[in-house]
């Protein structure tokens, strides 16, 4: 696939933020993703996670990296409601790849203030010492955004119970707005990198629930075409090893993939979303995830996002097309978001 110079920038959730790092892994060639961007082109940031959307659908960027869902505190909500998709806004937007990403997360302030406190990542509950918690008394007002601050509960509610906490757009911004604090009295739940960036210190490193604290990242793109890399993106007709060399891909070779699907439902309907999901076991196609969002149609009427073990383009069984006709006949409608190579296995 060729794409424009001057249009191959890759978007990502938030300056200098976590999924920076996980860009710079992309770039990198942890997902082979280098062949779709201009070694020349600008890195450039977006934030929030609205403003990547509408940098894809309107072909300003050739890729966009969003959050998608974290091991520790589940789906990325908003992320969920683009994919929604309920101004019809986004209408060209698929997937085409994604990406793993190790976070940390660190307590960050000032120590000319007040002394540091150190202590191994958790993966309950923090050791609860009387003497690091009075040290963390004159803290007030913590700044971070939701997905951290869930991501860190076991910490936060432990030491900085009687702080306020307030959510900002990104962990970065937190940072910056902690930056700009003269008194000492607030703290940001964010990266080492935004603590360089903003003269901060760190007070408290990997205060993360789990040290195994892991966000899936989406690729997205503009358009749905078959033509892309099998390692990173949507899935061509044939599979190729690690030689380069393709074949015909079996029906094995098409669970090394993943595919998104939304579709709604009379919810009147005795055992409608049953009867939906059940095209995907008919099909033999296993589902790998399962959200639902208001679709603001109407009170208590859903959208449902599921993702499953498959591809569109290499579908030797035919189980995905089946699936999808299925499912053309037991919901009031789908949309499809592509395959990609699941790099899990």
């Given at each position: 696939?060729?794409?424009?110079?001057?249009?191959?920038?890759?978007?990502?959730?938030?300056?200098?933020e976590?999924?920076?790092?996980?860009q710079?892994?992309?770039?990198g060639?942890?997902?082979?993703f280098s062949?779709?961007?201009?070694?020349?082109?600008?890195?450039?940031t977006?934030?929030?996670v609205?403003?990547?959307f509408?940098?894809?659908?309107?072909?300003?960027?050739?890729?966009?990296?969003?959050?998608f869902?974290?091991?520790?505190?589940?789906?990325?909500?908003?992320?969920?409601?683009?994919?929604?998709?309920?101004?019809?806004?986004?209408?060209d937007?698929?997937?085409?790849?994604e990406?793993?990403?190790?976070?940390?997360?660190n307590?960050?302030?000032?120590?000319?203030?007040?002394?540091?406190?150190?202590?191994s990542?958790?993966t309950?509950?923090?050791?609860?010492?009387?003497?690091?918690?009075?040290?963390?008394?004159?803290?007030r007002?913590?700044?971070?955004?939701?997905?951290?601050?869930?991501?860190?509960?076991?910490?936060?509610?432990?030491y900085?119970?009687?702080?306020e906490?307030?959510e900002?757009?990104?962990?970065?911004?937190a940072?910056?707005?902690?930056?700009?604090?003269?008194?000492?009295?607030?703290?940001?739940?964010?990266?080492?990198?935004?603590?360089?960036e903003h003269g901060?210190?760190?007070?408290?490193?990997?205060?993360?629930?789990r040290s195994?604290?892991?966000t899936?990242?989406?690729?997205?793109?503009k358009?749905?075409?078959?033509?892309?890399s099998?390692?990173?993106?949507?899935?061509?007709?044939?599979?190729?090893?690690?030689n380069?060399?393709?074949?015909?891909?079996t029906?094995?070779?098409?669970?090394?993939?993943?595919?998104l699907?939304?579709?709604?439902?009379?919810?009147q309907?005795?055992?409608?979303?049953?009867?939906?999901?059940?095209?995907?076991?008919?099909?033999?196609?296993?589902l790998?995830?399962?959200?639902?969002?208001?679709?603001?149609?109407?009170?208590?009427?859903?959208i449902?996002?599921?993702e499953f073990?498959?591809s569109e383009?290499?579908?030797?069984?035919?189980?995905?097309?089946?699936?999808?006709?299925?499912?053309?006949?037991?919901?009031?409608?789908?949309?499809?978001?592509?395959?990609?190579?699941d790099?899990?296995?």
């Open positions: 696939m060729s794409i424009d110079p001057q249009q191959a920038a890759l978007k990502y959730f938030g300056p200098k976590y999924s920076f790092e996980g710079t892994n992309i770039q060639g942890s997902v082979l062949p779709y961007i201009a070694s020349a082109a600008a890195k450039l977006l934030d929030p609205t403003d990547i509408e940098a894809v659908q309107s072909s300003t960027v050739a890729r966009g990296v969003v959050p869902e974290n091991s520790t505190n589940g789906s990325v909500v908003y992320t969920l409601d683009l994919f929604c998709d309920r101004q019809s806004a986004y209408l937007i698929y997937v085409c790849g990406v793993y990403v190790d976070v940390h997360h307590l960050l302030g000032r120590t000319d203030c007040h002394s540091s406190y150190s202590h990542p958790a309950a509950q923090p050791p609860l010492v009387p003497e690091a918690r009075s040290r963390f008394s004159h803290i007002h913590i700044y971070s955004h939701p997905q951290a601050f869930g991501q860190c509960e076991a910490f936060l509610t432990g900085l119970k009687h702080s906490r307030h900002v757009s990104s962990t970065s911004k940072a910056e707005i902690v930056s700009l604090d003269e008194t000492g009295t607030s703290a940001a739940v964010s990266s080492a990198i935004a603590a360089e901060l210190d760190v007070l408290a490193p990997e205060i993360e629930d195994d604290n892991t899936r990242f989406l690729i997205i793109r358009g749905n075409e078959r033509s892309e099998p390692t990173g993106g949507a899935v061509a007709e044939t599979s190729r090893d690690e380069g060399k393709g074949g015909v891909m029906e094995e070779g098409a669970q090394e993939y993943k595919s699907v939304s579709f709604t439902i009379d919810h309907s005795a055992g409608a979303l049953a009867d939906a999901l059940l095209v995907f076991k008919t099909n033999r196609l296993n790998t995830s399962i959200n639902s969002r208001p679709s603001q149609a109407l009170p208590w009427h859903y449902f996002l599921v073990e498959g383009w290499g579908d030797p069984q035919g189980a995905v097309k089946g699936a999808l006709r299925d499912l053309g006949e037991k919901s009031l409608g789908w949309r499809w978001f592509g395959s990609w190579r790099q899990l296995k």
